[in-house]
């Protein structure tokens, strides 16, 4: 171990399991603060991180929990925080090679030794562990080739932040990691949720002209007008170009075509409950649905088809004969098409001794109407 390993080393590791370390943290500690010889450290924040030096490499422990214990404090009924042993709870994350160049891996193949000596993380390790260590490369073209001029660089990383974690720790975040996934700004109403979104944007395009994000662009869904004020600065004559679009929802303006809505964003548009009306809504879609693809040219097909269903389960349910006369009349009076209303089914339906005139060949009638089979 190095003399600066030592002189920032907290504590001991006084228990090692598969999953879970203890270190006691060396006697005098106050607070569980220590006096680093770069800075004062203070190391008893839940999801911090610890180095065990194992050989050539640093095992990297995040701490999840903290103790203390004072042996005396039974008998005399009050803790003696300087002479009270503290203890720190971590878990392995993984390794970290001691040399500079090395990368972080996840996993742990080498576990540390009793006793061995937990120090806290300095900033170029965190920066080596979260990957952001470089923030200027070489550019790349393309095809993989060095950019021309062969001394153009570009930015890797961007700072958008300082850690609650990590003392004066600048949180940054890979520009190709970030923005070539999903990402969430979290927080409460007034909490800077969209000055943090404006904040990285102009962050991006404020670099000097060789490394601000060329090429790029961003489509921002301003519902609140929030970002107008703070995007439109960054226009620049002949590079960045900024364009405003207000969708007025007038005849004129943006309109979205309900065909681009899923079940699930209806749903949310019209607040339905779960149980009684997304039912509805459902069938409502599916049936309008039908009649989109059927086309001009076939809705009567698909008109007699929702007509014969309909008809054929009223037949065929156990309600009494004039019931179903009078619905089927009632369906058929506000309901037809050419092929299927009150005069070509009056002589099935028409009431005999109570029953129907002929519901058998009613229901060979119907089942001979196009698209009756379809689903």
Not at 197 to 209: G, R, T
Not at 245 to 262: E, Q
Not at 289 to 312: P, Q, R, W, Y
Not at 327 to 350: D, H, K, M, W, Y
Request: glycine fraction near 10%; include cysteine; charged fraction near 20%.
């Amino acid at each position: 171990m190095s003399h600066d390993d030592r002189k920032r080393a907290v504590g001991k590791v006084t228990s090692v399991a598969a999953d879970r370390f203890v270190v006691e943290m060396h006697a005098g500690t106050d607070n569980f603060t220590v006096v680093g010889f770069d800075d004062v450290h203070y190391v008893a924040r839940l999801g911090s991180f610890l180095m065990i030096p194992t050989h050539a490499e640093y095992v990297v422990a995040e701490v999840v929990g903290l103790r203390e214990r004072d042996v005396a404090a039974s008998s005399r009924g009050d803790l003696d925080k300087a002479g009270s042993a503290k203890f720190l709870d971590v878990v392995p994350v993984g390794m970290l090679p001691a040399s500079g160049d090395g990368k972080f891996r996840f996993g742990v193949s080498v576990f540390p030794s009793l006793y061995a000596d937990a120090l806290y993380a300095l900033d170029s390790e965190l920066d080596r562990i979260f990957e952001t260590k470089t923030e200027v490369e070489a550019g790349i073209g393309p095809d993989g080739q060095i950019c021309v001029p062969a001394k153009a660089t570009r930015f890797r990383v961007l700072s958008i932040g300082q850690s609650v974690v990590f003392e004066d720790y600048a949180v940054k975040v890979r520009l190709d990691d970030f923005f070539g996934g999903h990402v969430a700004v979290l927080g409460n109403t007034g909490s800077g949720k969209s000055c943090t979104v404006a904040s990285i944007l102009q962050a991006l395009f404020e670099k000097p002209d060789e490394h601000h994000a060329r090429g790029a662009t961003f489509v921002v869904f301003d519902v609140n007008g929030e970002y107008r004020q703070a995007l439109e600065p960054l226009a620049k004559p002949g590079g960045i170009g900024i364009d405003r679009v207000v969708l007025d929802g007038t005849a004129t303006g943006f309109r979205l075509p309900h065909w681009f809505l899923d079940l699930s964003e209806w749903e949310l548009l019209l607040q339905a409950s779960e149980r009684t009306q997304v039912p509805i809504l459902r069938m409502a879609l599916g049936l309008s649905t039908m009649f989109s693809e059927a086309g001009a040219n076939d809705l009567g097909g698909v008109k007699n088809h929702i007509l014969a269903k309909c008809i054929t389960q009223i037949v065929r349910d156990d309600s009494s004969s004039p019931s179903k006369h009078d619905r089927i009349v009632g369906i058929l009076q506000r309901f037809n098409t050419g092929e299927i209303n009150l005069q070509s089914i009056q002589p099935f339906i028409a009431i005999s001794y109570g029953q129907l005139a002929d519901a058998q060949g009613l229901d060979d009638f119907l089942v001979g109407m196009p698209l009756l089979s379809t689903s």
